[in-house]
């Protein structure tokens, strides 16, 4: 039982793809400090399961599970109706909820399933919770993405959804890269507010992201194998690679501090791309469309 040191009382803080990995570690640590949490996951089941394992840990945790698909618009806007109806705060918004898929699919919007996900989620929540985030200053908006944005020269606005042939290495990598350069629009954006947004690459971490994907959980033959090999070679747990996101949420080291690429809990250089503002801003522009705002 850990006790709750009360540094983050009043405070309210949601972390997206939090029943599993660094999510639930992000969320489990938020409530330790006192914070009421809301664990975002698209699986009653298991967001019941994190629950209990935060409550274990910290009985007397302020910590509730919302339910969302992320990759569905439609249902993005329902989490955000559903927070707002409850609460009247937000002080910490964590974007980490995302995957890759292995074939080319389509969201329930008709929109690549790793561009829907990895980054259109990231944009609409956002955007639909930021008037309360504004009120609730200083507030710090926090977004996960990784080292994989640098495996892209940019972002391909001709061929934005992969139609013309798809690579997810490809895919996942453009996906992070947008979430590097929305991080960095955002945060030019919000200049002034007392609203930091920051991004960060968590580290190569051991989670269910990796097998999410039906066709690689379906595949008994060398290609799981070898991703299997890869990962356990590769990865830290979900308490290492939760590191920087607690820290970003949390730290009085970076309080005021916006606009910036975080790795091992310091402040790292992100990809040539990724510092491109018109991309940023067509990014912007093209992601409003998709998502109707």
Not at 235 to 252: C, D, F
Not at 269 to 276: E, K, M, V
Request: net charge positive.
């Amino acid at each position: 039982m850990i006790p709750v040191d009360g540094r983050l009382n009043g405070k309210v803080c949601l972390v997206t793809g939090a029943t599993s990995g660094i999510g639930e570690v992000t969320a489990r640590a938020l409530t330790q400090m006192g914070a009421t949490v809301i664990v975002v996951g698209r699986d009653l089941q298991r967001g019941a399961a994190t629950l209990s394992r935060i409550k274990a840990a910290a009985p007397t945790a302020q910590v509730e599970f919302m339910l969302a698909d992320l990759s569905s618009q439609a249902q993005i806007r329902q989490l955000a109706q559903e927070f707002k109806r409850k609460y009247s705060r937000l002080d910490v918004l964590v974007n980490n909820a995302g995957g890759v898929s292995i074939a080319r699919k389509q969201s329930v919007d008709g929109i690549e399933m790793t561009f829907a996900l990895d980054h259109l989620n990231y944009f609409l929540l956002t955007h639909l919770l930021l008037d309360t985030i504004k009120a609730s200053a200083p507030a710090r908006i926090v977004n996960v993405a990784s080292e994989a944005h640098r495996r892209v020269p940019g972002i391909n606005f001709n061929d934005l959804q992969s139609e013309r042939g798809y690579n997810s290495v490809r895919a996942y990598g453009q996906a992070k890269l947008a979430n590097v350069l929305f991080t960095y629009e955002l945060a030019r954006r919000l200049d002034g507010t007392n609203i930091s947004v920051n991004v960060l690459h968590p580290g190569v971490v051991a989670t269910d992201m990796w097998f999410a994907d039906t066709r690689l959980r379906r595949n008994n033959g060398i290609l799981r194998t070898l991703v299997v090999q890869l990962i356990r070679l590769a990865a830290i747990s979900p308490e290492q690679g939760a590191q920087t996101m607690i820290y970003l949420a949390t730290s009085p080291e970076v309080e005021g501090v916006t606009g910036k690429y975080f790795a091992k809990e310091k402040e790292a250089q992100s990809s040539p791309a990724s510092h491109d503002h018109a991309a940023a801003t067509r990014l912007w522009q093209v992601s409003e469309t998709l998502t109707k705002l």
